[in-house]
């Protein structure tokens, strides 16, 4: 039982620096803070300095200017991730926008296409030569459509069926 409550030396000694160690008062802090604004990197005599000033052990001094440093850095990253996801959901927004316009625009072409292209699909030229011939009216077709223009080296209908 009496081997529960010894203490080796080095458990001794940081029970003994816990007491020691002293919480900060909130103006010795507004002064840290002050010093941290003008400069976040500590000079050995500005350290030592500012613990002469505060009281407190050099070491303390630095020690809280590098946690300060550490939650600077930590609240940095965080600012940055926000900033990050927003600009993440608002590339996915329009990436989702142009999405569906080239969906539209496709539909739009299919449309097209097909509009052009399904009144010759039920012309059987080579069967019909007589019948195509029979369409074209003065170089027009038959019922107002635009008049027939034949590409370069091409003969008019004549051409079209052979």
């Keep these: 039982m009496e081997e529960l409550f010894q203490y080796t ?3 001794k000694h940081q029970t003994i620096t ?4 002293k919480r900060l008062t909130q103006n ?7 010093n941290f604004s003008y400069n976040n990197k500590l000079e050995p ?8 000033e505060l009281g407190v052990p050099p070491r303390q001094v630095s020690i809280w200017y590098q946690n300060k440093r550490a939650r600077d850095k930590a609240q940095s990253l965080e600012i940055d991730h926000g900033n990050l996801q927003l600009r993440l959901e608002s590339v996915l927004a329009d990436n989702a926008r142009l999405k569906g316009q080239v969906a539209m625009l496709k539909d739009e072409l299919n449309r097209i296409q097909s ?9 059987d030229v080579v069967d019909q030569k007589h019948d195509l011939e029979g369409w074209f009216i003065n170089d027009s077709l038959v019922g107002g459509g635009a008049p027939f223009v034949a590409p370069p080296g091409m003969d008019m209908v004549s051409d079209l069926v052979r």
């Excluded at 005599?45 to 002469?52: E, F, G, I, V, W």
């Design 9 to 11: 030396e080095t458990q």
């Design 18 to 21: 816990k007491l020691r160690k």
């Design 28 to 34: 010795q802090v507004r002064i840290l803070e002050s």
């Design 45 to 52: 005599d500005r350290k030592c300095q500012l613990a002469a």
């Design 115 to 123: 509009a052009f292209i399904t009144p010759f699909n039920n012309i």
